[in-house]
């Protein structure tokens, strides 16, 4: 995981380099522990898709380091990543470049602390910072800080003015960003809610004394008890005007199995066969269903759904279905399941 997202416009990469190397050379950050778009091993990595796998790092970083220039507050991307800081409230330590003042900072930066890139004392404060937020254990001694800060700052002037000036954002580009801007307040606003829905059901949780109350608080914050229900309830009323034969051919058939009629039950078996429900075996001492059939069809096809769904069921699941129905395991494949859930013949 990259530690440090620098936020930066594609035309200050001049000045970009010479930021990642007093970062690197003067603080002692490791070179993996840093994203930055624009430098060879630190940017997105080949196959990837650029605006995804930005997004990713951004929110796994632990600090972002914005360096704020013309170039910055022309560039979309560098504005979302902006936004994306102020949404997820990074640590942040945004660094103001000449020709740039405090009164020039603009959108979400207006009253955020900034820091002069061209201030010596601002510099040590971000080396402090940085070695704090990321807790770098292995940061360079003060004297070499000190030797790489006055060398940074001596041709600081210099690789100022030779950066480009960026032409003003087109106004395609601008409605994309703010398009862009837009989601990631829907997704913030999104995640609060379910932080604050997560924060309610622990501490729910906290005060459940048996089985009964934790079904009961699972019951009330996911819909995985109304999913399972619903999917029963339409396995059960395709299943309910099956006579015992058909329901015990079709459990058979979800255990990978013909069913074979016992003595007694052969003359209603051949009574499904002769309605198409049934087909008799190759042996013919056993039956399978008959998927051509549309009813047939129909109820393996409701069961397949609630059998894919248990398979891919969660611990949470597992822990409200024991705590619900005790005794009975969520196994499609086993009688008791069944008679519990799908058939109402408990002769079955």
């Known amino acids: 995981m990259n530690e440090i997202f620098i936020s930066h416009a594609v035309a200050d990469k001049p000045l970009v380099d010479e930021l990642i190397a007093l970062i690197e050379g003067g603080i002692g950050v490791p070179q993996n522990s840093i994203f930055c778009v624009s430098q060879p091993g630190q940017r997105v990595p080949t196959g ?27 560039s979309a991307f560098s504005m979302c990543e902006l936004g994306g800081v102020w949404l997820q409230s990074k640590e942040f330590i945004p660094l ?23 201030d010596e004392t601002d ?3 971000m080396r402090d910072d940085i070695v704090s937020i990321i807790s770098l254990a292995n940061a360079s001694k003060t004297a070499r800080w000190n030797t790489r800060r006055d060398k940074f700052l001596k041709s600081l002037k210099s690789v100022i003015t030779k950066l480009p000036d960026s032409s ?67 396995c059960k009323a395709a299943l309910r005007d099956f006579s015992t034969v058909v329901l015990k051919t079709i459990f058979a058939k979800f255990k990978g199995d013909d069913y074979f ?49 248990l398979s891919e069921s969660d611990e949470e699941f597992s822990e409200w279905y024991s705590n619900t129905f005790k005794g009975v395991t969520d196994n499609i494949r086993v009688k008791p399941f069944w008679r519990k859930h799908l058939v109402d013949d408990r002769a079955f």
Request: charged share 30%; net charge negative; no cysteine.
């Open 168 to 234: 003003p954002i087109a106004k395609s580009e601008h409605e994309n960003a703010l398009t862009q801007l837009k989601g990631y307040k829907e997704e913030a606003l999104s995640q609060q809610e379910e932080i604050d829905k997560l924060n309610k059901k622990i501490e729910r949780l906290k005060s459940v004394k048996d089985s009964a109350g934790f079904a009961e608080v699972i019951a009330e914050f996911t819909e995985i008890p109304a999913q399972f229900e619903n999917l029963v309830s339409e």
């Open 123 to 125: 510099l040590d404060t």
């Open 48 to 74: 990837k898709d650029f605006k995804t796998y930005i997004k990713e790092t951004l929110e796994g970083a632990q600090l972002v380091i914005a360096l704020i220039t013309p170039n910055y507050y022309n």
């Open 96 to 118: 103001i470049a000449s020709p740039l003042n405090f009164a020039d900072l603009k959108a979400v930066l207006v009253g955020v602390q900034a820091l002069k890139i061209a």
């Open 261 to 309: 009629p016992k003595d007694e039950e052969w003359e209603e078996a051949r009574e499904e066969i002769n309605e198409g429900l049934l087909l008799e075996n190759s042996d013919e001492n056993g039956v399978r269903p008959n998927e051509s059939d549309t009813d047939i069809l129909e109820a393996i096809e409701k069961l397949g759904s609630l059998s894919q769904w």
